[in-house]
């Protein structure tokens, strides 16, 4: 944080309650024909639903000519805070952000020009403090998507304080950001150096098919649960679940099943964790499980690999994510419209090499230690979001104030 700024209790600052409807001009956008190319691939970023992923807001796959901007959609200035009012994302989180340039964009996104007196950035960070009552605001549509009642929204009351205060506040979230922006750095050179660190060369080894060093099996199917006695309800994990090179059990839902069935579908550390769809460059994507939920189960579509005396679950993880394994997966996946698909047979049958186990410990070891040190990182980084949004929603309600020392 550079020891310019600290935080104190707040005390004498003069802040104003400012319903959101008040707190600047709000716009909607809109689509221009998607059939007529004179609209279309110019140099103006256009914002929907689904580009808008960025706080500072400054590009789009999509891009509109300056007719076209002109004639389907809006053009706002850099500056103008945008936020999601419908589509999918709305059922778990709030977009927005603030232009970084000129940009239009589409009827899911809606713009609000700040008022006199109010900072963008301050204004975005204030309405996503507010996000669980934001989203509280989100209904159903007929296509399943949701939809944020705008006008309820105008009705939600923000805190103001003067505006040499919001810049401060400002501020000092952008100083986490820069601290947060740097150990990501620092962590995606250890991924790097972890993939350098994995074999060049798989076919230097003996292979065997997978199911000769190891035993594959799929998890419970959702749908009918029993109930009763001789049930019991346990965690699971699903394809959401399983990452590429990481178990996420920030989300874990649970399952009820008949006691006798839990050995069957019971996790244990060490198991690799393989999943069984998704885009045709995702297939296969998996991770060890290291045991931190207990009595934790795997649904259909996650492969449980256990590995035999022959083989490292380490080891063959670092070969199933490798591009030789990814490239088998991709070979064998069934492909249809949307998704990509592959069975429990294709697993099994995976060719794998088998080098001694010493071997395998010696490949491993400096890969370890870039993995324990990534994970640190990804420690500290966790806990630093965490810091940052606390000193943020107490500077945002007024409990906190920044002062300059």
Same mark, same amino acid.
């Given at each position: 944080?550079?020891?310019?700024?600290?935080?104190?209790?707040?005390?004498?600052?003069?802040?104003?309650?400012?319903?959101?409807?008040?707190?600047?001009?709000?716009?909607?956008?809109?689509?221009?024909?998607?059939?007529?190319?004179?609209?279309?691939?110019?140099?103006?970023?256009?914002?929907?639903?689904?580009?808008?992923?960025?706080?500072?807001?400054?590009?789009?796959?999509?891009?509109?000519?300056?007719?076209?901007?002109?004639?389907?959609?809006?053009?706002?200035?850099?500056?103008?805070?945008?936020?999601?009012?419908?589509?999918?994302?709305?059922?778990?989180?709030?977009?927005?952000?603030?232009?970084?340039?000129?940009?239009?964009?589409?009827?899911?996104?809606?713009?609000?020009?700040?008022?006199?007196?109010?900072?963008?950035?301050?204004?975005?960070?204030?309405?996503?403090?507010?996000?669980?009552?934001?989203?509280?605001?989100?209904?159903?549509?007929?296509?399943?998507?949701?939809?944020?009642?705008?006008?309820?929204?105008?009705?939600?009351?923000?805190?103001?304080?003067?505006?040499?205060?919001?810049?401060?506040?400002?501020?000092?979230?952008?100083?986490?950001?820069?601290?947060?922006?740097?150990?990501?750095?620092?962590?995606?050179?250890?991924?790097?150096?972890?993939?350098?660190?994995?074999?060049?060369?798989?076919?230097?080894?003996?292979?065997?098919?997978?199911?000769?060093?190891?035993?594959?099996?799929?998890?419970?199917?959702?749908? @009918?649960?029993? /109930?009763?006695?001789?049930? %019991?309800?346990? +965690?699971? *994990?699903?394809?959401?679940?399983? #990452?590429? $090179?990481? !178990?996420?059990?920030?989300?874990?839902?649970?399952?009820?099943?008949?006691?006798?069935?839990?050995?069957?579908?019971?996790?244990?550390?060490?198991?690799?964790?393989?999943?069984?769809?998704?885009?045709?460059?995702?297939?296969?994507?998996?991770?060890?499980?290291?045991?931190?939920?207990?009595?934790?189960?795997?649904?259909?579509?996650?492969?449980?690999?256990?590995?035999?005396?022959?083989?490292?679950?380490?080891?063959?993880?670092?070969?199933?994510?490798?591009?030789?394994?990814?490239?088998?997966?991709?070979?064998?996946?069934?492909?249809?419209?949307?998704?990509?698909?592959?069975? @429990?047979?294709? /697993?099994?049958?995976?060719? %794998?090499?088998? +080098?001694? *186990?010493?071997?395998?410990?010696? #490949?491993? $070891?400096? !890969?370890?230690?870039?993995?324990?040190?990534?994970?640190?990182?990804?420690?500290?980084?966790?806990?630093?979001?965490?810091?940052?949004?606390?000193?943020?929603?107490?500077?945002?309600?007024?409990?906190?104030?920044?002062?300059?020392?």
């Amino acid at each position: 944080m550079g020891g310019k700024h600290t935080v104190k209790t707040a005390s004498s600052c003069s802040w104003r309650s400012v319903p959101l409807g008040e707190a600047g001009t709000w716009l909607s956008g809109g689509t221009p024909s998607t059939s007529n190319p004179a609209y279309w691939d110019g140099d103006i970023p256009w914002i929907s639903g689904a580009s808008l992923k960025s706080f500072r807001i400054s590009d789009s796959e999509r891009r509109l000519t300056p007719l076209g901007a002109k004639t389907g959609s809006r053009l706002v200035t850099k500056g103008t805070t945008l936020f999601v009012v419908r589509g999918m994302s709305l059922k778990s989180e709030f977009r927005i952000g603030v232009a970084a340039r000129d940009v239009a964009f589409g009827q899911d996104v809606k713009a609000l020009i700040p008022a006199d007196g109010i900072d963008a950035y301050f204004l975005a960070h204030a309405m996503r403090a507010h996000t669980d009552q934001i989203l509280r605001l989100v209904e159903d549509t007929s296509h399943g998507t949701g939809r944020l009642d705008t006008d309820r929204l105008q009705e939600l009351v923000i805190g103001v304080p003067p505006l040499q205060e919001q810049r401060r506040i400002v501020a000092a979230h952008s100083a986490f950001e820069r601290w947060i922006v740097a150990l990501d750095g620092v962590l995606e050179k250890l991924r790097v150096t972890e993939q350098a660190l994995a074999p060049a060369q798989w076919d230097e080894w003996d292979q065997v098919p997978l199911e000769t060093v190891a035993t594959v099996a799929a998890g419970v199917t959702l749908g @009918s649960e029993p /109930v009763g006695d001789g049930t %019991v309800e346990l +965690p699971y *994990l699903r394809v959401a679940n399983v #990452l590429d $090179g990481r !178990i996420d059990t920030t989300d874990v839902k649970r399952v009820r099943i008949l006691s006798a069935q839990f050995e069957r579908y019971a996790l244990k550390p060490g198991d690799l964790l393989l999943t069984e769809g998704g885009d045709l460059d995702k297939l296969g994507r998996g991770a060890v499980w290291d045991g931190q939920i207990e009595r934790c189960l795997h649904q259909n579509h996650v492969f449980r690999v256990r590995c035999g005396e022959r083989m490292t679950p380490d080891f063959l993880a670092l070969y199933t994510a490798s591009p030789v394994g990814r490239a088998y997966f991709q070979r064998v996946g069934k492909q249809t419209t949307n998704l990509a698909s592959i069975n @429990s047979t294709q /697993v099994k049958k995976m060719p %794998v090499p088998v +080098p001694p *186990l010493d071997e395998q410990e010696r #490949l491993l $070891g400096p !890969i370890r230690a870039a993995r324990k040190r990534a994970g640190e990182l990804e420690k500290q980084i966790a806990k630093l979001r965490t810091v940052q949004r606390g000193v943020i929603e107490d500077l945002l309600t007024g409990h906190s104030k920044m002062s300059e020392t």
